[in-house]
């Protein structure tokens, strides 16, 4: 047993930036790759699951590169699309390859192996990972053996916010079917509901990061009108003893240290 001090990999794990071609959202984000450049060197890399852009356009695709232009050369950056991106553009302006299909891709983060989905239904807010991806899926978790974890946009579960639960992953019973009998997988990642939560999906832990951009309300707080937009958060996982330990850090307001 490896003890706290000879943890394995740690990546970070943030989601829904939302940048906007009009600038907004991009401030609250560079804050968070801020933080994430000042602990470069503890880190393996960085996960985003999805909704990268408001519009999905070219511009803002634009203006995410650079937001996340400081971590270029410091530290690997992974994305998977979200239900307000372009899967084209993803594949031309962020990965430099063609085509438009579903961006499923492999990505080797220290000691573990991510797999990121694409669960996009153009034109709508639903996921469905559908039969290319669950296909693609299942090949990679036969592939790799080790420590994996399966990254996507949708959460696969209702959560009890009533204004994205209609939109939560269609596919999740195949979802769990493909994860059957595969327990090397020791995290589910998922973005979407804007908050962070940490609950199980087919006895697998499921970790949702918060958005960056802002926060949804839970029903306990839609009638506190002082409950507004909350601190950037970013959510830290770390890998080792066989486990996913996960943290989730807020991110400082570096503008303000000199005051």
């Known amino acids: 047993m490896k003890s706290p001090t000879e943890r394995v990999t740690r990546i970070a794990h943030i989601s829904d930036l939302h940048i906007h071609a009009a600038g907004r959202h991009g401030a609250r984000a560079s804050r968070v790759v ?6 470069a060197e503890h880190l393996a890399g960085v996960v985003i699951t999805g909704d990268l852009t408001q519009d999905g356009l070219d511009r803002e695709y634009e203006a995410l590169a650079e937001v996340l232009d400081p971590l270029s050369g410091v530290l690997p950056v992974f994305v998977c699309p979200g239900n307000h991106d372009d899967r084209g553009l993803i594949r031309r302006m962020l990965l430099n390859q063609p085509g438009d299909g579903p961006v499923n891709q492999v990505a080797r983060v220290g000691e573990l192996t991510v797999l990121l989905c694409d ?10 990972l559908g039969a290319a991806t669950l296909e693609w899926l299942a ?14 946009h949708q959460p696969p579960l209702a959560l009890g916010i009533s204004n994205l639960d209609g939109s939560r992953l269609a596919d999740s019973q195949a979802l769990a079917d493909a994860l059957a009998d595969h327990p090397q997988v020791v995290g589910i990642l ?23 951009a ?10 506190d009108p002082d409950h507004g937009v909350t ?13 996913l330990f996960t943290y989730f850090q807020p991110c400082p307001d570096y503008k303000m240290e000199q005051f």
């Open 214 to 223: 802002y926060a949804w309300k839970l029903p306990l707080d839609r009638a």
């Open 231 to 243: 601190e950037p958060l970013v959510v830290l996982h770390e890998f080792w003893d066989d486990r």
């Open 139 to 152: 090949e990679a978790l036969r592939g790799y053996r080790g420590p994996t974890v399966v990254a996507f």
């Open 190 to 212: 998922c973005g979407h509901v804007h908050t962070a939560i940490r609950t199980e999906f087919a006895g697998i832990p499921l970790i949702m990061a918060p958005s960056t």
């Open 34 to 39: 801020e933080y994430l450049r000042r602990r």
């Open 119 to 128: 669960a996009v239904v153009p034109g709508s807010s639903r996921g469905e």
